[in-house]
């Protein structure tokens, strides 16, 4: 069985013609960017095809994107020839990028088990500036959802475990590097918009 890089490869054009046909989803993405001064420098991690860093990067910030689907990225590098893109998995350590002065994760932490919650939230302390922020879409609710994770695709069937995760595991597995500061965009859907704050 295939797994999420799989998917990913696999579908990266369909999430891209999504991305870049509509507008910001989330929407409140650039409630949250615009209230960073211009020229600030942003991660997207688990950036896909890149529309959400052509969003940003367009509203005068620079912008690093890193994506373990190399097939999303040779999209996003296409499309988005000035900003530069690594193939890399969030687990890893990518402080190679540099400090940042916020990270954006749109739906990236729905595949990083509960166990792999705090690695997850070390690596991107380790390249926030002091102060920084974490912009996260994640997916409420508890575990791993069948129906969301098994598909098939082109005859092969995938499995992109797709897990939800509740603002206290999220809490929880950050303790003593972030600490929660609000939630955005609130529209009583399945889909949960949070923002921590890097604690120094």
């Avoid at 999303?72 to 990028?97: G, H, Q, V, W």
Wanted: glycine share 8%; proline share 2%.
């Amino acid at each position: 069985m295939k797994g999420t890089a799989d998917f990913y490869n696999k579908t990266a054009l369909d999430w891209a013609e999504k991305g870049y046909g509509g507008e910001v989803d989330p929407p409140c993405l650039m409630d949250f960017v615009n209230q960073l001064d211009k020229g600030s420098r942003f991660l997207d991690l688990c950036c896909g095809a890149g529309y959400n860093s052509k969003h940003i990067q367009n509203s005068g910030y620079e912008v690093v994107g890193i994506d373990f689907s190399e097939e999303s990225l040779l999209i996003a590098r296409e499309k988005n020839p000035s900003i530069t893109f690594y193939n890399d998995n969030l687990l890893n350590d990518y402080s190679y990028i540099g400090k940042v002065d916020a990270i954006v994760i749109i739906a990236g932490l729905v595949h990083i088990e509960n166990r792999d919650l705090r690695t997850a939230f070390l690596r991107m302390h380790s390249v926030l500036k002091e102060n920084g922020q974490i912009f996260m879409s994640v997916r409420e609710g508890v575990g791993k959802i069948p129906e969301r994770s098994l598909t098939t695709i082109d005859g092969e069937e995938c499995d992109r475990n797709f897990i939800a995760h509740t603002l206290d595991e999220l809490t929880e597995a950050s303790k003593g590097l972030f600490s929660f500061s609000e939630e955005m965009g609130v529209d009583g859907t399945v889909w949960h918009n949070y923002v921590f704050k890097r604690e120094d």
